[in-house]
Structures are given as C-alpha cells and as structure tokens.
C-alpha cells in the first residue's frame, strides 16, 4: 500500500509540475516581454521578502505532518482531530500576524528598488502578494491532512487546475491590457479557488475528523511539539537565507535588470527542484509511516535506494541544466537574457549540491529531528547575508552565487547527514560521503562527455540546437547511470518496484475497462 501510494502521488505531481512548468514559462515570458525585465526583477524580490514573511509561520506546518504519520497509521480519528484543530487555530494566527507585518513591509519594500518607481504603487503590487500567502494559510490543516494520509495528489491537482486558469488569465490580461495590478488579482483570486477545492474535497473524505473537539492537545506532546517547532524556526531562517535573500542583495547591490535576469534562470532551477521535490513529497508520508512500522535496518536500507534514486534524478538534470539553459533562455526571452558562462556554471554547482540534499532533508522530515543543530542555521543565516552583501559589489550575481555555495559547504553539507546517520541510522556517515564523491565525479564525467558531443555539432536554428541537446542530454547521463549502475543493490531495487507498480497500474486499468 505504501509503495502505491507513492507511486500515485510521484506519477500525478510530476505530470502535473511538468505541466505547471510549461505554463509558468510561457507566463513568464509573456510577462518579461510585456512589463520589462526591470519588473521581473522586482516580482522576484516581492516573492523573497513574503517568504521571509513566511518565517512567522515557524515550521508548525512540518511539525503537525510529521505527529500526524502515526495516528494516521493507528487510525486513531480523536488524536487526528485534536492535532488539525490546534492547526488550524495556529494558522489563524499566523496569518494575522502575517498580515500586520506585510502591511509593515509594504512601507519599506518600496526603498530597496533604486529605479524611479511610485512608491505606493509599489507597496500595493507587494500586497497582493500577502494576500496570495494568505489565502493558503487559512486551509493549511486541510492540506496537511492529504499529505499525511500519503493523499498528496489532492493538492497537486487543486493546484495544478488553479494554476492552469491563472495562465491562460493571466496571459490574456497582460497582452490585452499589460496591467500589473490585474496579473495579481488573477494570481490571488485562482489561489483562493484552489483551496475551496481542497476545502470541498476534505469534506468529502474525512467527514469522521471532527474539528469542533473539545479535546486539547496533551500537556507533555504540546512541549514537545513546540520544541520541535522552535528548532524548525531556526533551519526556516538558515533555508531563508540562502534561497530568498539574493534577490533582494542583487536588486540592491546590481539593480533591477541584474535581478531579473537572475529571477529568469532561478525560475528554471525551482522548476526543476519543484520535480524533484513531487517525487520526494510522494514519497515523504510513506517513508514516515515506515520508519514508524518497521526496522532501522529496513529503513537504512530504503534511505540507500532513495539516495541513489536522488542521484538518478540530478546527475540526469544537473548536465540538462548546464546544456540546456542557455540555448532554452535564448528562445524564451532573448539574447539579452542570457547569463555568461562563468554564472552559469556557480548556479549549476549551486543546484547539483542543493538537490543532492534531497534524501537527507526527506529523513530528517520524515523522522522530525531538527533540535540537535537548530542554532546553526542562524550562523548560516549571518553568514550568507554578509558574505553576499561583500560579494556583490565587485562580483555580481557571481558573488551572491558564491556566497551561497560558501554557507552550504562550511555547514549543511556535513552536519545535515551525520545528523541522520547518527540519530535515525545510528551508523557512521563515512558511506555517505564515500558515495558523494563518487556521484559527483560521475555527474562531471557525464556533463564533460555531454559538452563534448554537443561541442561538435554544426550551428543550428535556436529551436533545433535546443531540441538536438535535449535528446544528447537524456542519452549521455542515463546511459552512463544505466552501464555503471545496473547490477547494484540499489538500482534493481528501484528497477523491481517500479516495474512492478507500473504493472499494478495498468492491471487497474485493464479491471476499470472490464467493468466499465
């Protein structure tokens, strides 16, 4: 059931997420060809101030997902019903607090764009995007009840539809009127649409919870949780710092146009985290629900397939990004829109070491461990900020990028697993590190060998080299995994379980039909 369930909600996210994708460039490129890069530039840093906003929300969303894997998985319905009322009463409140200190914000974000832009007319565009934070925060128990009950695919699909009116709106309201201000009232409004669905469809499933409880959440549980949540307050700040500050030193330190650019290639970069991050979230609620119900031995040994299946997924989109993005970003915005060479390759070192985080953080998420480092990310935070704000004046987007890759190899890349490896495997992290290595020298071999071939094709048409890399990209790296790695544990793991679900997939398919 466990393996099903994920199978479920990896097949719908990544179809969906991948449709999502398409819309949001063609938004994109829509909206940079009809407003200007300049307030692209601006969009972007609206987005990283309102996920600082999003600090208030203290990680409480993790840690009530995280104490609801087991009353899931006992069917305890009262349990269930206390944690989403203590939830949802949480949430109230944040998003009151969060509303205040947007209205806050909306004074002072206007400063930080050095161009000549009405100041009010600022501070009501970064509004509207308080609004959309809002409208999710008022339903969150709601989707944290699919993810826990390995439903996620409900989410997916409420989002994915939102998302797909919101395109089509807002595509047609910029080319006809290239209005700002009504690009946000579409984005709002389809984001509220989006959790009446969830709201209607929970209903339907979970008509048993009852809300209205006038139980309370257990003295010594509530101490726990709240320990919990103070230790994830802290790696929200640490994860703040390195992937929403940037965009406001940038903004600051080389202006709206550097920071549009800059938004363009991080859009291709948190789509495909945003993959990645459907197949782990598929996968998170069925690894938690595990690792409740059986061995550390097993769960060690699932990690393993995981790790390697993290790998499978960025060896194949690290050497697609660095082949891809230019010639991609040529065709979607233009050559003004390209960064050069050296840029390139920091981001591409920054999103191969970000994603190969993946299986670690789905542990330590899955397992709630966030207490034996909680103050770290504060100096990765300070860190960050400061070698970002140097950084930038002489070096660009290549300085903030390299005060990225500073904060993540000085701390996270060795605390995050030995922290697991310690205190959910209770084995020594060397393995971990040994694989590493070896994944990556892999990834650049692949990546070398991919450059190399494309290197000797003949000039082409923006529209053909893209195609032509793209077919390069998805036979170089896969085939070095496949030749390298087929015989491994791992591998055939991975192999069976798929075959096998897929098997199982089309069965019911086959049953549907009959009785159809």
Not at 39 to 58: D, K, P, Q, R, T
Not at 171 to 176: A, C, G, K, N, W
Not at 273 to 300: H, P, W
Not at 494 to 504: M, R
């Amino acid at each position: 059931m466990r393996s099903r369930n994920s199978f479920v909600n990896i097949l719908v996210s990544c179809f969906s997420y991948i449709f999502l994708m398409l819309n949001s460039f063609l938004t994109r490129a829509v909206f940079s060809r009809q407003l200007g890069l300049s307030i692209a530039g601006i969009e972007g840093m609206f987005l990283n101030v309102v996920s600082m906003l999003g600090i208030v929300e203290m990680g409480i969303g993790t840690g009530i997902v995280y104490k609801l894997y087991k009353p899931i998985a006992e069917k305890d319905y009262p349990q269930i019903a206390v944690l989403l009322k203590f939830y949802k009463k949480a949430y109230s409140l944040i998003a009151s607090v969060v509303l205040g200190c947007g209205f806050v914000a909306a004074f002072i974000v206007p400063f930080l764009v050095t161009e000549d832009y009405s100041k009010p007319w600022l501070g009501t565009m970064f509004m509207m995007y308080v609004f959309d934070v809002l409208a999710s925060y008022l339903f969150a128990h709601k989707r944290a009840m699919f993810i826990a009950d390995q439903k996620n695919y409900v989410n997916t699909l409420a989002h994915t539809g939102g998302q797909l009116v919101s395109c089509i709106l807002q595509v047609t309201s910029l080319t006809l009127f290239h209005s700002y201000f009504l690009y946000l009232i579409i984005k709002v409004t389809c984001t509220a649409l989006e959790n009446v669905f969830i709201a209607l469809w929970y209903r339907k499933h979970y008509p048993h919870i009852d809300l209205k409880t006038t139980a309370e959440m257990d003295e010594g549980e509530r101490r726990g949780l709240f320990k919990n949540i103070k230790a994830l307050l802290f790696h929200k700040i640490g994860g703040f710092s390195l992937n929403s500050t940037s965009s406001m030193i940038i903004i600051n330190g080389a202006g709206s146009l550097a920071s549009g650019l800059y938004s363009n290639y991080m859009m291709i970069v948190n789509g495909l985290f945003r993959i990645s991050d459907q197949v782990f979230t598929g996968i998170i609620a069925s690894f938690g629900n595990l690792m409740n119900t059986t061995s550390t031995e097993k769960s060690y040994k699932n990690f393993k397939s995981l790790y390697f299946m993290n790998y499978l997924i960025y060896s194949f989109f690290t050497v697609s990004f660095f082949t891809l993005a230019t010639p991609f970003v040529r065709l979607w915005i233009g050559e003004n829109g390209v960064f050069p060479l050296d840029t390139l390759a920091l981001l591409t070192l920054y999103f191969y070491v970000m994603g190969m985080r993946q299986s670690v953080q789905m542990v330590r998420t899955s397992a709630g461990i966030y207490r034996p480092d909680q103050y770290l990310p504060l100096v990765e935070a300070a860190i960050n900020v400061v070698m970002g704000i140097i950084l930038v004046k002489p070096f660009g987007v290549n300085g903030v990028l390299m005060a990225n890759l500073i904060e993540m190899f000085i701390i996270p890349f060795w605390t995050h697993p030995y922290i697991i490896y310690k205190n959910v495997f209770f084995q020594s992290v060397k393995t971990y590190y040994q694989r590493y290595v070896l994944y990556a020298g892999i990834t650049l071999g692949s990546l070398l060998a991919t450059q190399g071939i494309c290197s000797l094709l003949p000039a082409m048409g923006r529209f053909t080299t893209l195609v032509v890399y793209a077919v390069i990209c998805l036979l170089v790296p896969n085939v070095v995994n496949l030749i390298l790695f087929h015989r491994t544990d791992e591998f055939q793991y991975l192999f069976h379980t798929t075959t096998g679900l897929l098997s199982q997939f089309k069965e019911a398919l086959k049953k549907r039909r009959q009785s159809a």
